[in-house]
């Protein structure tokens, strides 16, 4: 986890940079064909939705997200545009349903209020592919401007783990139970270098044959929320 944050602040520092000579760029050569924001960097907090009984989170369950997007202006004024792009998502989830492997399968169980464990999460890394409608104020010699970008997310987790880690026990293990591919609406809104934004799964993030060791069905998918920021 600490090498995930020291990238981060090393990509952010990378990002200010790029940003300054953007402005740079298009304060003396202003580009009548311009296209915005190829670039994407994003933190969120990921919630659990429709949780099993008894489930609950803790910690912070963090997403990092990052790629490029190709933008695509569909008016003269290259306000409005389509864009396709590409990325990586690394997310994690921390909550006490514990999951271990067996030679039946994986059994889901609640961790007892009265057991301590120093962590329990599932973590997955994803392949993207982002579509967005694109709407903002920007002009060829502006570079800060008002954006509202909508659309929908298709995602493969290409590697999902579960983890959990006690005094006595320390379990890691690839769960194929995860539902490999996850897909929703994202919206990202705001001005310049800050922009809100929000994922809302459409799908469940377990496959519909999951369920707890007492029977209870996973309906379990995630709304991610956090701030998106954009570079050309």
């Known amino acids: 986890m600490k090498r995930i944050i020291i990238g981060i602040i090393f990509i952010f520092l990378g990002l200010n ?14 580009d009548e064909n311009y296209r915005e924001d190829q670039f994407y960097i994003g933190v969120t907090y990921n919630i659990i939705q429709n949780r099993p009984s008894g489930i ?30 590409l990325g990586y998502s690394y ?21 007892d209020s009265d057991q301590s464990f120093k962590r329990n999460k599932y973590r997955t890394h994803v392949v993207e592919l982002p ?28 590697s999902g783990v579960s983890k959990f ?11 194929d139970d995860l539902n490999r591919f996850q897909y929703g609406l994202t919206l ?3 001005y310049n270098t800050w922009n809100f934004h929000v994922y809302y799964g459409l799908n469940k993030l377990f496959k519909d044959t999951t369920v707890t060791v007492d029977g209870e069905q996973f309906d379990m998918s995630i709304i991610k929320v956090g701030l998106m920021f954009y570079i050309l």
């Open 131 to 158: 579509i967005e409608f694109r709407w903002r104020t920007s002009t060829a010699s502006s570079y800060k401007f008002w954006r509202i970008y909508g659309g929908f997310k298709f995602g493969y987790i290409f």
């Open 56 to 85: 609950s989170q803790n910690n912070l369950s963090n997403g990092i997200h990052l790629g490029v997007i190709r933008d695509f202006p569909i008016n003269k004024k290259r306000n409005k545009a389509i864009g396709i792009g």
């Open 91 to 111: 997310n994690s989830y921390f909550h006490n349903l514990k999951a271990t492997e067996t030679n039946a399968g994986i059994t889901y169980e609640a961790i």
């Open 165 to 175: 880690v006690s005094d006595n026990e320390n379990l890691k293990f690839q769960n």
């Open 17 to 30: 940079y790029a940003i300054a000579q953007e402005e740079i760029v298009r304060d003396t050569i202003p």
């Open 188 to 190: 990202s809104a705001g």
